[in-house]
Each structure stands twice: as structure tokens, then as C-alpha cells.
């Protein structure tokens, strides 16, 4: 299979007006406050590059000119490079992609429907359910194992998600020596450091902390990834009426000031650096205190914050899991709301599309094919309406005539396909048919596909002896950051 692109973009909740006086706030919030950047290398290349750097308070305001020259230089358009060829992304402002979900903690048991903790063996099968996937285009760890120890886990997961699937793999890191020993896990497979440089396999998500934090260790790995020229999603999480003003447009000034912080010290260490603006952020539950990434305002935030990052000229990432704690009825609404809204605000990645729940804690396996089967139609959606002489078909309407009918005719061969969007786990029949095969609600029809896959579909990308030794290098650097060893900064 080829990965398809699809515009997106239709749908818009700012001006050209709107954009600009954000885009001002964005400049005077740079320059009169800053950005606190726990890191000492970073603050001297800011410091180096013309920005006002209070060492002592790890304080760095970002003159418009600084800003805006480092932007010049990150790319709109580059490849994020699959296994095979099919699987390159090829990314722009235009085109609408998807990523899978993100480190759930828990899972819903496929045989028994119970919630526990994820584990390893849940992040080989999640990954060979997800690689199934017609709709996903950029493979993530869905879950982080809880029966293996937590320091230096990202290289467990890792070499684990490198076994089982052809895509470009969305990774993160535990401080910069993370990302080297990626990239010595990386040479295994693609043979060199240079090599890793022209088509890298795997990008890094370094999240940074509302409001205008940058921590030390996601520093840390974005100074290793630049070096690296490893694409980076620089994130922020922000949490409207918590961590960020409690108005959308507040939350996309600091945002926006956070982010672009972040890519353009990126584009100071390396001009050129492909660079995502990236949010998973959401509102706070007023009654519970509790992270919601499923209201209403969310999908506004999200198609606000894409005309931002395209105003800057910078593809997109948004997303964030949905709120429900199993596949119901709920769980339906509140992802088809989400990825619609994001696939026609031009969301270019839709971030955590994929099987999560529980406001990012739970992982579902009849979700993930669920939420394939929401994604296909919403896509269908985006897809639009082509009009053009085939398609109006006065030819085919004239020919056909008063009373007559179109099944048989070749025009309707022509576009079935591309035309219709076919369901794989959607009931269309009545109600006796239905009841003559079973009678299955939705999530056991998607519990019965996400077995059948899990028994058919078994991926091999890698030689097994490139699996032996990325396995060695990620528990070799599992054991040392166990023992204490992976923290040691890149800039200190």
C-alpha cells in the first residue's frame, strides 16, 4: 500500500485579522516576558544568536528579528521516510496525515474487557494491530510497558516498535544520550550515520511545559536531534484555565510563543532541521480538575492553532485523546467530532487518532479499529466533491433517460471506488440479517477483527539479525540507565 495524502484545510475560525494581532501578542510576550529554558548550552546559543539571556534566571527573550530569521529557515515541506518507500510520508501545510496513540499506562484486556497494565507484549500486539491500519501513516508506541523497568524504557520501545512495523516511527527520549543511542540503534539498520541524516526512519516528540518552560531534558534531546538532523514535533500540552488562559486565543499566544521558542533554537543549531509545531493541548474538567481533550473548544483549538502554524509557514501536529473509558456510544461522538474537525481545519498530523481513551491513560484494541473505521469516513469527508465533466455525467443522465436506472452502467463502475467510502466493521443491514449473523454490536464486531488481524498479520521489516542487535543496544542502555547512567546532558 502507498500512503495517500489528503488535503485538508476547509474549515477556518480566524481572519487574516485575527491571525496578525495573535502573531503581535506572540511578539510582545517574547520579547517582554521569555521563555524559561533550563539549559545552559541552549542559553548560550540564544545568547549567541541575539537574543537578551538572563543566565541566572535561565531567562531568554526572543527579539522579533531573531524569531523570524530562524523560522526563515525551517522547511514547510520534507519526507518522513518508511522502511519501504510506500510508507514515505511526504510532508507539507497542505496535506492531512495521521499518528497512532501515545503512552497509555493502561489497557482494556481484548479477551476480557478489563482494565490493567500494559504491557510489553501489548506493545508488540497494539503495534502489529496498528501497522494493519489502512488509515494510520506514522506509527507511535500506544503504550509504555509497565513489567519492564522505567528509566531508559524509550529504547525498549524502540527497538520493540522497529520490529513490527514498515512505517516512520514517532519516538521520544529520556535526555540527549537517548537520542544517540537511537541513532546507534538506527545504524544497525540503515548502515551510517550519513545515511540516518538523508532519510532518518524515526522522528522525536520533545514536550515542553505551559506555561513557557523548556526543561532541561527535552532540551537536551532537541540540541542531540539537531545535531542528528533528526525531525523534531516541538509540543506543548497546554490546559486552557489551568496552565494557559482559560480563552482559546489566550492559550494560542502562549503556545504559539513556546513552540516557536523552541523550533527556532532548533533552527539555530541546525538550519534546515524539519521541524513540526506540535499540541496535544486541552481544557480543564471545572468540577473534577481532571484533563479533557474531547470538548467542543479543543477541536476550535486545535483548527485555530493549525492557521497559526501555517501563517508561520510550519506543517502542523495536533490531537489528543478521547475522554470515554471504553467503546461506546460516547467514544464514537467524541473521536468522529475530533478527527473531522481536525481533518478539514488541516490538522496535517492528527495526532493519538488511534485506540486512546481515557484522557490519554487507556489503550483500546477495538477502539483502534473502531476509530480506523471513523477515520475512513471522516476522511471521506475532507475528500470533498470533484466536479468536473465526468462527474456531473449530463452524458450518463441523457443516455440513461426518464425511468431508467444506473447500476449497470459503466459509469458507475468507474466510480465505485473512488467515490464511496466502504466499511469494515459498520452494520448496514436491517435488523434480521443482522440478527441472522450474530447480532453483534460494533465492539464486538471490532473485537472479532482485532483478533482475526492479530492471528493473520505479522510483519518482518528487519533481518533478525538487525533484531538481535538493536535488542542488545536498547537493554545495554536500559541497564545503564537503570543503574543511573542516563541522565548524564549533552550540555553540561
Known sequence: MAIRSLQGGQFKVLTDDQMERIHLAVLELLEDVGVRVEHRQALEIFADNGCRVDFDKQIVKVPEHVLMAALSNAPSRFTLYGKKPEYDVRVNVDDVYTIGGSSALS????????RRPATLNDLVDFTRLLDAMENLHIMHAIVVPQDIPQPGFDRILWATVMKNT????????????????QVEMAKVIQGSEDEIRRHPLFTVVLCMMSPLIHSAERVDELIECAKYGIPVYVEVDAQCGSTAP??????????CANVLTGIALTQMINPGNPCIFSIASGIMNMN????????????????????MAHFYGLPFQGGTGI??????????????????????GGTNFIHLSFGMMEQMLLASYEQVVIDNEILGAAFRVVQGVEVNEDTIALDVIKEVGIGGNYLSHEHTVKYLRPHYWFPKVTNRETWGPWMAAGGKDMRERAKDRAKEILATHHPKPLTDEQEREIDRIAKAAQEKAVAGGAYSMSGR
Open 107 to 114: 489497557v482494556l484486556d481484548l479477551d476480557d474487557g478489563h
Open 166 to 181: 514498515y512505517r516512520n516511527y514517532y519516538s521520544q527520549g529520556q535526555w540527549g544520550v537517548s537520542i544517540r543511542d
Open 246 to 255: 482559560i480563552t482559546i486565543a489566550g492559550t494560542l499566544v502562549e503556545e
Open 288 to 307: 473534577t480538575g481532571d484533563y479533557c481533550g474531547a470538548g467542543p473548544e479543543v477541536g476550535l483549538l486545535h483548527v485555530a492553532t493549525a492557521q
Open 323 to 344: 475522554d470515554s473509558t471504553v467503546p461506546d456510544a460516547q467514544a464514537g461522538y467524541e473521536r468522529a467530532i475530533q478527527v473531522l474537525t481536525n481533518g478539514l
